[in-house]
C-alpha cells in the first residue's frame, strides 16, 4: 500500500477531534495538542488527515446540481440536497454545499501544523531523513490550506485569511471577529503559496509517495485559481460591485481586467511546460476505451494530483443499471440537455446544419460493451456517430455493458411489469427510476456485480492534464480578440485524445464568441461528471440560462393512454419503446442571481457582526 494510502488510514486513529466551529470557541484539535507535536509519526497522522479533508466528489455528487444529471432517489439525502439548489430552496442557514465552518476547522488545523512541523523532535537516527521531509510536509500542508481557501473562495469570493495558529481565548470572543478579504486577496494569497512552495515540492515522486503533492500540482492550483479569478463572475461583474466591508473596503473587483485572463494562460503554460504529464492515450485505435479507462484505473499518466480511494465497488453498484443482469442503482439520470451536448463524430453539434443528426429510425452496428465490441441492434439514429465520449460516459436505451456476463442490452424504456426484465424501476415508486439514461463514466468493466467479483480501482482526479490545456485555450481566447494557433493546439489534442475532428470547423470557430462556445462545450463533456460543471456554469455567468429551466429527460413512465395509443401489447417491450424517445420535464428549476455565489452562514453573521454577507442574501 502506498505510504500516503498509510497516513490515511492512520489519521482515523487520532482521537476526536471538537466539533465546534471555527469562528466559535475552538479548542485544540486534540485531546491534547502537545502530544501529537512531540510525536513525529502522530504528527505525520495530522498531516494525512488534512489529505483526507480534500474533496472526493463522486461521493457528493454536484452534477446533480446542475444540467448534467437528476438525482432519481428522492427521498435520499444526496437528492434532497441536490434538490433545494434545483428548486432555489437553499437558505443562508441551509446550505447543503456551503461547508463554511468545516473549511475552517481544516484551515486552523494546517495552520497548527504549518507553525508547530519546524519544532517536532525527531530520533537521532532519522534526523537526515527529516532534514529532507519536514520541508516537504510543511509545503504539503501550506498546498492543503491554500486548497481549503480555493473551495472557500469558489463558494463565497471574498473570505476572511486566517493564517495563525494562535489559540482562542474563550474569555475574550473579540478575537474571533474577523472581516472578509477582498477577492484579489484570497487570489492572491493562493497563489503566492503556489508559487513558494513549487520548488520545495518535488516534481515527481517516488513510487512509495505516489499521492502526495507536487509541483504540477502546485501550479495546477495556482493556474486554475486565476482561471476562476478573470472569469466574468469575478472580473467586473456588477451584481457584486456594492458587497463591501463595514469600513466601506471593496471586496469585489468593480471593472473588468482583461490582464488576469494572461495571467491564468501563463499559470496553465507553466505546468504544461513542466514537461512531465502527457494525456492518456494507451488505446489509440479504441478511442471510447481511451476515454473511458482513465476513469476506472490508477492513472498516473494525466492526473496531476488525485484523491485516493480505496478498492471498492460503491460507485459501480450506485451507477449501474437497475435491471436483474447489472443489479445496480443507477441512482443519476444524464439530462436530455446533456445528452444532446456530445457533438456528431464529424465535428458538427447536432443542431447544426451538416452534422447528419437525426432522430427518426435506427441502426444496427458495433457498441463497445467495456470488454469488446458487440453487435447491437434498434438503436435509436439519435445515439449514432456521436463522439466518443458519449459512449464512454452515458448507458442508454440497448447500450452493452459486459454482454457476455449479461447477456441482454440496456433496457431503460418502459417494459410492463418490470420484474427484472427492464432496467428503469418502472414499477418503482414515481421518481426513484432512470429516466431514459444512467452514468457510465467511472463504472469499472473488471467488476461484475451479478457475479459478485472484481472491484474497483480507481481515484478521484482532482486536477489531470486535459483540465490544463483546456484552462489554457480558455485564458488565450478570452485574452486574445480572436483565436490564434495556440487555442487550438490545445483544445485539439484533447479532442484528438478520442478521434474527434481538429477545430475550426465551423466559420463561428474563428471568432472569439463562437470558439467560446466550443471552449465551454469541450469542459462540459471532457470534465463530465468530475464536478466541473457546476462551477463552470457560476463562473461563465451562465447558470441563470443553463440551470433555470426544465430539467428533460425521456419518456420511461408512459400512461396507459400512451402505452394504448400504440395499438401494441401494452406490457410489451416494444410499445414502451414505441413511446419511450421523447422528452418529458424531470424538474422545473430555479436559479436565481443570488444564487451565484454561496451567502455567508447566518450564524457565523450573528457571532461575528464584521462578517457583511453577499449579494442577494
Known sequence: MKNITKLLLAALLISSTSCKKYLDVVPAEYSSENDVYNNINLTEQALARLYNALPNELTSPLTAATDETYHHWFDNGEAVDAYKYNLGAWSTNDNPYGNWSGKYQDIRRANIFIKRIDAVPVPLDRESYYAIWKPRYKAEARFLRAQFYFELFKRYGAVPLITSANDVDPQNLEDTQVSRNSVDEVVNFITSECDEIANVLPLVQEAAQTGRITRGAALALKARTLLYAASPLFNGNPLYANVQNKDGKVLFNRSYDKEKWKRAADAAKAVIDLGIYKLYSPFPDNPVQNYAAQFYTRDYTETILQRILGNSTDIDGNYLPNGAPFKGNGKLTPLQQFVDAYEMKNGYPINQTGSGYTTSGVWNGQLWDGLKFQTVNNISNMYKDRDPRFYASIFF?????????????????????????????????????????????????????????????????????????????????????????????????VRNRVAMPNLPILAADNTKAGMRNRIQNERRVELAFESHRFWDVRRWLIAKTVDNVPALGLNARPSAAELSSTGLDVSSEAAGVAVFYKTVVLQNRVFADKHYLMPIPQAEIDKDPNLVQNYGW
Not at 427484472?420 to 468493466?445: E, H, M
Not at 478521484?460 to 490545456?469: K, M, N, Q, V
Open 397 to 493: 436505451q440497448y447500450d452493452v455493458w459486459r454482454f457476455d456476463a449479461t447477456k441482454r442490452p440496456v433496457r431503460l424504456a418502459w417494459y410492463g411489469a418490470g420484474n427484472g426484465i427492464t432496467d428503469g424501476w418502472a414499477t418503482g415508486k414515481p421518481g426513484t427510476n432512470p429516466w431514459g439514461y444512467n452514468v457510465r463514466k467511472f463504472l469499472s468493466p473488471s467488476y461484475d456485480r451479478n457475479a459478485n467479483s472484481g472491484t474497483g480501482t480507481r481515484n478521484f482526479p482532482l486536477f489531470r492534464l486535459a483540465e490544463i490545456y483546456l484552462n489554457y485555450a480558455e485564458a488565450m481566447n478570452e485574452y486574445l480578440d480572436a483565436p490564434d494557433p495556440s487555442v487550438y493546439q490545445y483544445l485539439n489534442l
